[in-house]
């Protein structure tokens, strides 16, 4: 098998397991969203310490701890992907999770937006049309729901700026994951030990399937992300940029074909203006990348010698 047949089959498995997501944590009824939550940051660290202990990996501690400020980055990198799966564990445990889709699908157009304001990029005409169509999106859809939706703001603006904050560290998937989980644990272990003490934790209480799922989180959060690890090695962005929405379109068919979430047509509408938004914003970037691909190198110029 070719390295790009890999990369698209590693890259289609990590979004098809994040497509899915909404039946996994759907199972862990009738734990709490916080609990689950502090669960998938203790059993991510359990599963990813061994896995690197496996691969003798774990001598990149010793380097992150005479780099404070990459410690600094690696704290707020781990709130902000809390904050992050705490929301969507909340969402579907609530019974939005074609809401939660919807953060993901606008995820980056939050992206684009926030390169504008932290970063001082200049946009595009078409960036500006898909930015203005995802407004415009988000103005249907409060009407819709009556209030904003919040959830799908917070997921978006979280794993945005997440993104944002990864690209600085340049850290690898394993190693970057094992940090941040690290960085909670203590807390995340904290309450799970109050929960104990209170007799209100689910662990061992429910059932040995649920408790097995419930130790699973661990694996379940970090295979995915080794999947998406070994694409990116493999595949162009442009690809990557496409096989992201694979992702929020299955949450989208789990929320309204297997939860049979409402989908009216004003809730249908504003998905139309998202996609709309996503298509200027996807042909916009595929051909900056073919343009850049065609424009000639300085490597490739042939330099004619001059006349004696």
Same mark, same amino acid.
């Given at each position: 098998m070719t390295e790009l047949r890999l990369g698209y089959l590693y890259g289609i498995a990590a979004y098809l397991c994040w497509g899915f997501f909404p039946l996994y944590w759907r199972l862990l009824r009738p734990t709490s969203p916080l609990e689950v939550l502090a669960h998938r940051i203790v059993w991510s660290v359990v599963f990813v310490a061994l896995l690197l202990a496996a691969l003798r990996n774990l001598g990149f501690l010793r380097s992150l701890l005479r780099r404070p400020r990459t410690l600094a980055g690696i704290f707020l990198a781990a709130v902000l992907i809390a904050v992050n799966w705490g929301t969507y564990i909340y969402g579907v445990d609530s019974e939005r999770v074609v809401e939660t889709a919807l953060g993901y699908f606008i995820t980056p157009l939050v992206a684009v937006l926030l390169g504008v304001t932290a970063l001082g990029e200049r946009l595009r005409v078409a960036q500006w049309v898909a930015l203005g169509l995802g407004g415009v999106a988000v103005v249907v859809l409060t009407v819709d729901y009556g209030r904003l939706p919040y959830l799908a703001l917070l997921? /978006? /603006?979280?794993?945005?700026?997440?993104? +944002?904050v990864k690209k600085q560290l340049k850290l690898p998937a394993a190693e970057g994951l094992l940090v941040e989980s690290a960085a909670l644990a203590l807390p995340a272990a904290g309450y799970l030990g109050w929960l104990a003490w209170s007799s209100e934790l689910t662990l061992g209480q429910v059932s040995t399937g649920h408790t097995v799922l419930l130790i699973l989180a661990g694996a379940v959060t970090a295979i995915p992300l080794l999947l998406f690890a070994g694409a990116a090695n493999r595949? !162009?962005?442009?690809? $990557?940029?496409? +096989?992201?929405?694979?992702? !929020? %379109?299955?949450? *989208?068919?789990?929320?309204? +074909? %297997?939860?049979?979430?409402?989908? =009216? =047509?004003?809730? %249908? /509408?504003?998905? @139309? $203006? @998202?996609?709309?938004?996503? %298509?200027?914003?996807? *042909?916009?970037? +595929?051909?900056?990348?073919?343009?850049?691909?065609?424009? =000639?190198?300085?490597? /490739?110029? @042939?330099?004619? =010698?001059?006349?004696?």
């Open positions: 997921l /978006a /603006a979280s794993f945005a700026t997440y993104s +944002l595949l !162009p962005l442009s690809t $990557l940029g496409l +096989l992201q929405y694979l992702a !929020p %379109i299955l949450q *989208l068919a789990c929320g309204v +074909l %297997i939860f049979h979430e409402p989908m =009216p =047509p004003a809730r %249908i /509408a504003g998905f @139309v $203006l @998202v996609w709309l938004a996503l %298509i200027a914003f996807t *042909l916009d970037a +595929l051909r900056q990348t073919r343009r850049r691909a065609t424009r =000639p190198t300085a490597s /490739a110029v @042939v330099e004619v =010698p001059a006349p004696r």
